[in-house]
């Protein structure tokens, strides 16, 4: 039974409830539908409730062994910019049913220009380098649907982007599920036709029309999702987090991690040495096995990962919400 439910009635319907944090429907994203604040305490809300701190160990033990089980997943999804990535080619494929023109270079490197304004998310070397690595490994093709200008060189994802992106969901909605509501169980949510590429759509219009990402406001958070494998590394820290002896220690053995995801132990060890720099952690064991956690990063942590549960929860029902009213206005 999910347990989070800080939701108003839906406008048009009794089959599902908008978020209070969006100002409106969210394939009619205008800037400030997005209600930070209220986004934020309601992820607060969650936070404060007492199976939080399994529910959270539980979302980072999820995403772990999602991982753990593709290894085209783990090859695309290492950091921050990777997944940027994923999100626009998604956008630009699934918004070429509304009027847009599907994925070309430039699109995608406007994309990565919004991110600049808080610092470089993607040099357009950087970016180049992963549109050619995508087309080589076969993950795009160019497109065989008509252009009106045939110089235009428009690209879609095959399904071998696509397939790991779907497991990458379902490990989510999974994650997400003992916790948040959803229409439906996320082993059938995440493979709901169009649902992937209606939740990149909703991701990418906060980040253009109110210049939102999940971490803008975890400073700590940042540094790990823009590390190679900095995303597993902190999964494993909050996955065995807990509160002893007065304080919060963790776990990040290289050794352990670069076994399972096939990483480097130093890409590890460098970043846990350089989060003990920053004063936010000590290592008490060598190579990760105990590491002592600041009061604020293990709270900062959490309260990012309460905030990835409150978002994900209410863009993917919004999703298979609006997928299925356009079925049933088909039917008619």
């Known amino acids: 039974m999910a347990i989070l439910d800080h939701t108003s009635n839906h406008p048009k319907g009794e089959s599902w409830q908008q978020p209070t944090w969006l100002d409106c429907e969210p394939h009619c994203w205008q800037s400030g539908t997005l209600n930070r604040a209220e986004l934020h305490a309601t992820a607060d809300r969650l936070m404060i409730l007492p199976i939080f701190p399994t529910a959270c ?4 033990d999820n995403i772990l062994e999602t991982f753990a089980a593709s290894w085209a997943l783990n090859k695309v999804m290492r950091e921050a910019p990777r997944f940027a990535f994923i999100a626009f080619l998604m956008y630009l494929h699934h918004g070429k049913g509304m009027g847009e023109s599907g994925i070309t270079y430039s699109r995608i490197v ?25 087309l080589v490994s076969g993950q795009l093709r160019q497109s065989k649907r008509d252009q009106a200008d045939k110089r235009l060189k428009v690209l879609e994802p095959t399904e071998k982007l696509i397939a790991p992106m779907l497991i990458w969901l379902r490990g989510f909605l999974e994650a997400v599920e ?8 996320a082993v059938e949510l995440a493979y709901l036709p169009g649902l992937f590429g209606e939740v990149m759509t909703y991701i990418i219009h906060a980040y253009r029309l109110d210049e939102f990402v999940l971490y803008e406001e975890f400073q700590e958070v940042k540094l790990f999702m823009f590390r190679e494998n900095g995303y597993l590394t902190l999964m494993e820290i909050l996955r065995t987090m807990r509160f002893a002896d007065g304080g919060y220690i963790a776990q990040a053995p290289s050794v352990q991690l ?9 890409t590890v ?7 003990e720099e920053l004063g936010w952690l000590s290592i008490s064991e060598r190579g990760g096995h105990t590491l002592l956690l600041t009061d604020n990063f293990a709270t900062q942590c959490r309260r990012w990962v309460a905030l990835e549960i409150v978002w994900m929860a209410g863009l993917a029902n919004a999703a298979a919400f609006r997928i299925a009213n356009q079925a049933s206005n088909c039917a008619v």
């Open 269 to 275: 060890r460098r970043l846990l040495a350089e989060c």
């Open 178 to 185: 003992p916790v948040a509501p959803l229409l439906k169980p």
């Open 258 to 266: 670069a076994k399972k995801f096939s990483m480097s132990r130093s």
């Open 110 to 134: 406007a994309l990565y220009g919004i991110g600049s304004r808080s610092g470089v998310l993607a040099t357009p070397t950087r970016i180049k380098a992963m549109l050619g690595l995508a």
């Open 57 to 60: 160990a539980g979302f980072a």
